[in-house]
């Protein structure tokens, strides 16, 4: 039983790259989110799906895009990386949201980008 | 403005003592409150949820309470153990959102 899978674990990239962070899941979850993890702050979401074909914008969304034409599958991407989106970035799911808001999130080991 | 708050300072604590970790809040109203273990380079672990209705939540050596009138939720480890090095987390959900507090880090010395 993998749970949430993130990769890669480590990426840099140039200002302007595009690159696409991956996270998969085999535990039947319909609602997957992506967050950011910056030092001192708390985790912000920035983009969630309650089912495929349905995607949501958190409350940090500029500069990622999001598809989900899977249930397994939630890909986030940058489409022009900037020093600002350096972060760890963290795939959570669950069952649905209200399951999640009630009993926990499962969350990947994240990925950690710098962007120079 | 909303906010929510964590000690920033990590905590020190003998091993075998009691770990009392604090989570406070202004300008919510939450239904929920969960709380994660997060370690280094990995992502949160869910612990426990403590509804507002619910002065306390125990599971084996964790104990959560909820204070609605102070804003708080304290988190309680008994009879630490250096394996309970960690930072936690806490996490409102308001609003059918959760909110998310910095997290403070746990030191437990042998």
């Known amino acids: 039983n993998a749970g949430v899978t993130q990769t890669p674990k480590f990426q840099v990239l140039k200002t302007g790259q595009s690159m696409t962070l991956q996270c998969a899941q085999d535990m039947n979850h319909e609602y997957m989110s992506w967050y950011r993890q910056d030092p001192g702050m708390g985790l912000r979401l920035i983009h969630y799906?309650?089912?495929?074909?349905?995607?949501d914008q958190g409350e940090v969304p500029n500069g990622y895009n999001v598809s989900r034409s899977t249930t397994e599958d939630f890909p986030l991407r940058l489409l022009s990386a900037a020093p600002s989106q350096t972060s760890v970035y963290f795939c959570?799911?669950?069952?649905?949201?209200?399951?999640?808001?009630?009993?926990?999130?499962?969350f990947g080991s994240g990925t950690r980008l710098t962007v120079v | 403005s909303q906010k929510i708050e964590q000690n920033s300072e990590a905590l020190n604590i003998q091993e075998g003592k009691t770990a009392t970790l604090t989570c406070n809040y202004t300008n919510y109203s939450p239904a929920y409150l969960q709380w994660y273990r997060q370690d280094p380079g990995r992502g949160p672990v869910f612990l426990l949820l403590i509804r507002e209705n619910e002065k306390e939540k125990r599971k084996e050596r964790l104990k959560v309470t909820f204070d609605t009138t102070l804003k708080q939720s304290l988190f309680h480890i008994t009879a630490s153990q250096p394996a309970d090095s960690a930072t936690y987390l806490c996490a409102l959900h308001s609003n059918y959102q959760l909110i998310w507090g910095a997290g403070t880090k746990l030191i437990i010395k042998p």
């Open positions: 959570a799911s669950s069952y649905s949201r209200t399951r999640g808001l009630n009993y926990g999130y499962t």
């Open positions: 799906s309650v089912g495929a074909g349905i995607t």
